[in-house]
Nanobody
Framework: QVQLVESGGGLVQAGGSLRLSCAAS????????MGWYRQAPGKQRELVAS???????NYADSVKGRFTISRDNAKNTVSLQMNSLKPEDTAVYYC??????????WGQGTQVTVSS
């Protein structure tokens, strides 16, 4: 199995930046992609950004140009650099790891709050 530990959430003013990090442990050689999802109260969890083993990235339209996902294979981490944050970015952000055989693992989530 894979364990995921998130860090970097917090409170920031609109226009500011945060960097989320997710450290993976366990069967890391089986990870095909990692990503970040978010869920606001009363809303469904949505993909924010993902990155595959081949470094292909995918972003939600709402964050394109503002967020950047990256990975450090040596440290088994994935990061999400969030710039120009908006109040609508406020949510719980969850790290996700998808294995090569389509098994998903999730972190516990970290709160991101953007004030106006």
């Amino acid at each position: 199995q894979v364990q995921l530990v998130e860090s970097g959430g917090g409170l920031v003013q609109a226009g500011g930046s945060l960097r989320l990090s997710c450290a993976a442990s366990g069967s890391i050689v089986s990870i095909y992609s990692m990503g970040w999802y978010r869920q606001a109260p009363g809303k469904q969890r949505e993909l924010v950004a993902s990155i595959t083993r081949n470094s292909n990235t995918n972003y939600a339209d709402s964050v394109k140009g503002r967020f950047t996902i990256s990975r450090d294979n040596a440290k088994n981490t994935v990061s999400l650099q969030m710039n120009s944050l908006k109040p609508e970015d406020t949510a719980v952000y969850y790290c996700n790891a998808r294995l090569i055989y389509n098994l998903d693992f999730w972190g516990q989530g970290t709160q991101v709050t953007v004030s106006s």
